[in-house]
């Protein structure tokens, strides 16, 4: 519907143009609004406001001049000009009524895009280093960066969605470490497990399955694996330095074959987990890219190169920097450090080097809130490269916090205290946790509230939804029980009939619906579909409440019935979109 009023104020300029009212080379972006009285019309255009200084003309004057070139519209009842200028369109209610039609002949298809956008795009989220399951924060980063992917693909884009396997570096190795440590207890040694060291209960699942793969074949004496170690942190030590020296001596008394064994019990083990989990939560990946194989493909050696030959690294203290500074950044970084390690940030540079050599027009990441300084010196690596940084979009999640009545649940991965994803759906289901992380702001803090996601009542906005959809399912066996039948076609013939404000603003609502998923998927903020969906819901529950469907007179019941069936197919396509289940009977 804005479409075509834009096209009306389009023609309506052309002609001004071509009167000499407005100069030729003007060419406006045409904005056309909901009004949000109803007195108003149903939508406005600030388009005389914008022109009136180009157009060196009064903007009510040119609002008048715009209102008498529009062209005649079988869509739009009246138009009147408002306020200093604005133009408000009054549509008639045949073409409002139209959406219903619409809905029930497009079904699922109701929504999206009609045609490709061109675009292709990669959405990267999630990518929880694999050193333990998935949390709760890391299932709010989850929903949401599912729900972005989808809205955009529902928007006619192409979309790739992967997932980054931080299968490299420290937190690896103090895994291996923890693995290793715990397997030698299952060897019967006795030994002081490090305060640094991963914890949870899974790291002795791992370990017991290694013992059961290779039985005695790593095991090492405990006394040689802690001899001439640096004292741990409740020792009065440094439980960092503990934990490296820890890593090397693992890495001395095992042979590399060894420790690779081990290494990979451990990422195997959490990845195959992680893979299952979110499989179980509606959410799956075309891509599972490797830190590792960046080194091994040489890509992280080929964009130190490229940094290099454009002049932008350095050596300093037998360390290898990026002139970050150059590119915004507060300070420059380490690439590779003086006994020749490359850094995490290498990798980084060389993982998205390898995101724009695939040709994606977007690239989008999805990262925790606490990797808000990342943002800055990746954006200047990319630019560096010769790349545009403005093809790189990245979204900051806020982790949920997590409560059980008053007390707030730890999340400390390390030590192993915390509530997994899985626990969590598995005491509120996975409809209630896709809907509730996508509820707010992806930047804005969470509190997940456990009893609310469990009631049944109109204060849980998931249940409210589906509950909406369910009982409009639940109409067609009343109808049978009372010996009527739906017809859709008489439904629509008689949606005249529909005249109570109720029925008028639920229509509007309809109407609606394209446009919320479009903006959801071009702003990244799939809580806008959430929260539309909640409002359809609620309007839909006071018109049944307050309107009997089933009625003696056939020509208003196909009418209403119609109507309801609109906003069920909407329910569902929506709930579809944010990973929710549209249940028939609850």
Not at 51 to 56: G, I, N, T, V
Not at 435 to 457: C, G, I, N, P, W
Request: with cysteine; charged share 25%; net charge negative.
């Amino acid at each position: 519907m804005k479409q075509h009023i834009a096209e009306l104020i389009e023609a309506a300029l052309a002609q001004l143009k071509q009167d000499g009212i407005l100069p030729g080379e003007l060419e406006p972006t045409i904005m056309v609004e909901n009004t949000r009285d109803k007195s108003h019309g149903d939508f406005a255009s600030n388009i005389a406001l914008t022109l009136a200084k180009p157009a060196r003309s009064n903007p009510r004057q040119l609002a008048e001049k715009l209102i008498a070139a529009l062209p005649e519209s079988a869509q739009v009842d009246r138009t009147e000009l408002a306020g200093p200028g604005f133009i408000n369109f009054f549509m008639n209610d045949a073409s409002t009524q139209a959406v219903i039609g619409e809905v029930l002949a497009q079904g699922a298809q109701f929504g999206l895009a009609k045609a490709p956008r061109g675009q292709r795009v990669q959405v990267e989220f999630v990518s929880a280093n694999p050193t333990g399951p998935l949390h709760v924060g890391h299932g709010r980063g989850a929903a949401y960066g599912a729900a972005v992917a989808d809205l955009l693909q529902a928007a006619g884009i192409e979309v790739e969605r992967e997932y980054y396997v931080n299968d490299a570096g420290r937190q690896m190795n103090i895994l291996a470490a923890s693995v290793w440590l715990r397997y030698l207890e299952r060897c019967g040694q006795t030994l002081t497990f490090p305060s640094n060291g991963y914890k949870g209960d899974y790291i002795h699942d791992i370990a017991a399955g290694l013992y059961d793969d290779v039985a005695d074949a790593l095991n090492r004496p405990a006394a040689d694996v802690f001899a001439d170690i640096p004292a741990d942190e409740p020792a009065g030590g440094d439980k960092e330095l503990h934990i490296d020296a820890l890593i090397e001596r693992a890495q001395t008394l095992l042979s590399a074959d060894e420790y690779r064994r081990v290494f990979d019990a451990g990422l195997n083990s959490i990845l195959a987990d992680i893979r299952e989990d979110l499989g179980e939560f509606g959410i799956q990946f075309q891509h599972w890219f490797s830190e590792r194989g960046l080194t091994s493909s040489g890509d992280v050696d080929r964009a130190l190169a490229s940094l290099q030959e454009k002049g932008h690294l350095y050596e300093q203290d037998g360390n290898i920097w990026f002139r970050s500074t150059a590119f915004g950044d507060d300070k420059d970084r380490v690439v590779k450090r003086a006994n020749g390690q490359t850094t995490y940030f290498a990798s980084d540079i060389a993982y998205h080097m390898n995101k724009f050599e695939r040709g994606f027009d977007k690239v989008i990441n999805i990262w925790g809130a606490d990797h808000h300084g990342y943002i800055v010196r990746v954006k200047a690596a990319i630019q560096a490269m010769g790349y545009d940084p403005d093809k790189l979009e990245i979204k900051l999640v806020q982790f949920a916090i997590l409560y059980r009545g008053q007390e707030r649940l730890a999340m400390s991965t390390r030590s192993g205290s915390f509530v997994t994803l899985r626990e969590l759906r598995d005491e509120v289901g996975s409809d209630a946790c896709r809907f509730f992380y996508v509820t707010r702001k992806a930047d804005q803090h969470m509190d997940f509230d456990l009893e609310l996601a469990k009631s049944e009542s109109k204060d849980n906005p998931v249940y409210y939804i589906q509950y909406a959809h369910a009982r409009i399912c639940s109409v067609q066996g009343k109808l049978t029980e009372a010996g009527w039948q739906w017809n859709q076609a008489n439904g629509l013939i008689n949606l005249n009939l529909l005249e109570t404000e109720h029925e008028k603003d639920l229509i509007t609502k309809l109407t609606k619906y394209p446009e919320i998923v479009d903006n959801a998927a071009l702003n990244f903020e799939p809580h806008l579909l959430a929260n539309y969906l909640r409002e359809l819901a609620s309007d839909y529950h006071t018109y049944y409440n307050a309107y009997k469907l089933l009625i003696e007179e056939t020509d208003l019941r196909d009418a209403r019935i119609t109507l309801s069936q609109a906003v069920r197919q909407v329910l569902n396509n929506g709930l579809r979109l944010l990973g929710v289940s549209a249940p028939e009977q609850m």
